[in-house]
Each structure stands twice: as structure tokens, then as C-alpha cells.
């Protein structure tokens, strides 16, 4: 049971250049996020996803798109990348029930990438 | 919205000292809460969590309480191990259908032989 995986771990993009991080997860959990953490800044909410076809905004969406391909998989854009976007990547997955909430979320083990 | 607030690090203990980490949420609902852990160079993970007020989480000698009168869910642990050096995040999620997790800015723990 691989839970959340993420690709790939590493990066080292030039200004301007594009990539797409890729993230599945094999729990068949309805929602999926993604997070970035900076030094001080503990994680901060890109986009979130409550389930397969929607996504939603969160604190710091500028500079990424995102594709809910699948129930399965979650994917993070960067068309145009910068040097602010130099940051550990998280895809985290958690499950909703009517009356509890979410479960807890689970990680991935995140990308480090670097805009140079 | 809801929102979670961690004490800011980092703290540093000499091993065997009392660990207490603060974290204070505000939530709409009915929330969940949760202790997440970070080792260095790995993802989250969860180390306990409590579902309704009162509710005593506890795992790996880390222990936290509900407290929904001071909405409150403090980490605590009686003896810390050079192991234990990590960051830990705090985090809730709200009751209600669709409700995202909300993490506080984390605590990282630094611990001494």
C-alpha cells in the first residue's frame, strides 16, 4: 500500500520554464491538497480538491494551476515558473464523512524545487 | 474561517525535561484535531489525534487533550528524547461535508543530550 506518492523528488527549473508535479494516491480518498512549506512559514494551502472534477482556491494559488485527472491523481502547474516558488511541494489526500469531518490527512514525501 | 495557532519555535530541551507545545484553534464547527509530525527530509505524518471535547489522544508518549471551553489542544510529553527532535504541526478539521485541514504554522523541537 504506497499511500500518497509524489514525482518526482527533486527539481531545478530556470525562471520562465514549466513543469507539472504529479501526485496519486491509492486510498480512494474524495479529497486531495496541495501545500507549500517555506522556511518560518509552516504550510501553506495552493489548491484544494473536495472531490474528483472540483478544485478550490486556497492561500496561495498565484503562479499555479492544478488538474483533478482522477479520483486518483492531483496534479500542481507551474507555467511560468520564479525564483519565489523555490519551496518543498506537499500532495497530502484525506477522506470526508458526513458527520465527522475529514479524516486525517496523508502526505506524500514531497519535492524540493529550486527556480534559479 | 477556521484557523489554528502554534507557539513559535524553535524550543530546545535537554533530554528527559517535560515537553508542553500550545496550540489554540478556531473553528466554525465541530472540529478534529490532530498532532502532526515532521522529521528532517520527510513528509507529515500523524502522531495522534482527538475527534469530540474532552477526547485524550496519545501515541509514542505524546499525549493531547480536547478542550473545548479553552479551544485548546496542547502536545505534551513527560520525557523527551533526542529522537523526538522534529517539527510539529497542529491542525483541525471541520465538521461538515467538504471541509479542508487546517494546519498551524508548526513548532520545531530541538532536543540535547
Known amino acids: 500500500n504506497a499511500g500518497v506518492t509524489q514525482t518526482p523528488k527533486f527539481q531545478v527549473l530556470k525562471t520562465g520554464q514549466s513543469m507539472t508535479l504529479q501526485c496519486a494516491q491509492d486510498m480512494n480518498h474524495n479529497s486531495m491538497y496541495w501545500y507549500r512549506q517555506d522556511p518560518g512559514m509552516g504550510l501553506r494551502l495552493i489548491y484544494y480538491?473536495?472531490?474528483?472534477?472540483?478544485?478550490d482556491k486556497g492561500e496561495v494559488p498565484n503562479g499555479y494551476n492544478v488538474s483533478r485527472l482522477n479520483k486518483r491523481e492531483f496534479s500542481l502547474r507551474l507555467e511560468s515558473a520564479a525564483p519565489s516558488q523555490t519551496s518543498v511541494y506537499f500532495c497530502?489526500?484525506?477522506?470526508?464523512?458526513?458527520?465527522?469531518?475529514?479524516?486525517?490527512?496523508?502526505f506524500g514525501q514531497g519535492t524540493r524545487l529550486t527556480v534559479v | 474561517g477556521d484557523s489554528v495557532t502554534q507557539m513559535e519555535g524553535p524550543v530546545t530541551l535537554s533530554e528527559e525535561a517535560f515537553l508542553t507545545i500550545n496550540c489554540t484553534y478556531t473553528a466554525t464547527g465541530y472540529p478534529s484535531l490532530f498532532w502532526y509530525v515532521q522529521y528532517p527530509g520527510e513528509g507529515l505524518q500523524l502522531l495522534l489525534k482527538a475527534t469530540k471535547a474532552d477526547d485524550k489522544g496519545s501515541n509514542k508518549g505524546f499525549e493531547a487533550t480536547y478542550r473545548k471551553e479553552t479551544t485548546s489542544f496542547h502536545l505534551e510529553k513527560g520525557s523527551v528524547q533526542v529522537s523526538d527532535s522534529a517539527v510539529y504541526f497542529c491542525?483541525?478539521?471541520?465538521?461538515?461535508?467538504?471541509?479542508?485541514?487546517?494546519f498551524g504554522t508548526g513548532t520545531k523541537l530541538q532536543v540535547i543530550p
Open positions: 497530502a489526500s484525506s477522506e470526508w464523512i458526513w458527520t465527522g469531518g475529514n479524516t486525517e490527512a496523508f
Open positions: 491542525a483541525l478539521s471541520d465538521s461538515g461535508g467538504y471541509q479542508k485541514v487546517t
Open positions: 480538491s473536495a472531490s474528483e472534477g472540483t478544485t
